[in-house]
């Protein structure tokens, strides 16, 4: 089924950039659509990019043109390159499969402040 273990967050100043990490167990990583999601004290969970077994990337309206998502099957890691970091960026990120959520990690925490 699956786990996934995030890392790379940490404190960045506004406009900073941090690398996210999901690493996942299971021979076939490779055929799941992969997303990683945030939330933010207060709010609910929010999907904000994802990424088909093909490669192809979708991103919330919130992060494009500032986030980039990729996946590496071969190392089943999934990343997230996060750029122009702001202050509403702030929140726990996690990753999971799109389709059929398997139970959450603990998630890798983003501050973004000065």
């Known amino acids: 089924q699956g786990q996934f273990v995030e890392s790379g967050g940490g404190l960045v100043q506004p406009g900073g950039s941090l690398r996210l990490s999901c690493a996942a167990s299971?021979?076939?990583?490779?055929?799941?659509?992969m997303g990683w999601y945030r939330q933010a004290p207060g709010k609910q969970r929010e999907l904000v990019a994802d990424?088909?077994?093909?490669?192809?990337?979708n991103y919330s309206d919130s992060v494009k043109g500032r986030f980039t998502i990729s996946r590496d099957n071969a190392k089943n890691t999934v990343y997230l390159q996060m750029n122009s970091l702001k202050s509403e960026d702030t929140a726990v990120y996690y990753c999971?499969?799109?389709?059929?959520?398997?139970?959450w990690g603990q998630g890798t925490q983003v501050t973004v402040s000065s």
């Open positions: 999971n499969k799109i389709l059929y959520p398997v139970a």
């Open positions: 990424i088909t077994s093909g490669g192809s990337t």
């Open positions: 299971g021979s076939i990583f490779r055929l799941y659509a």
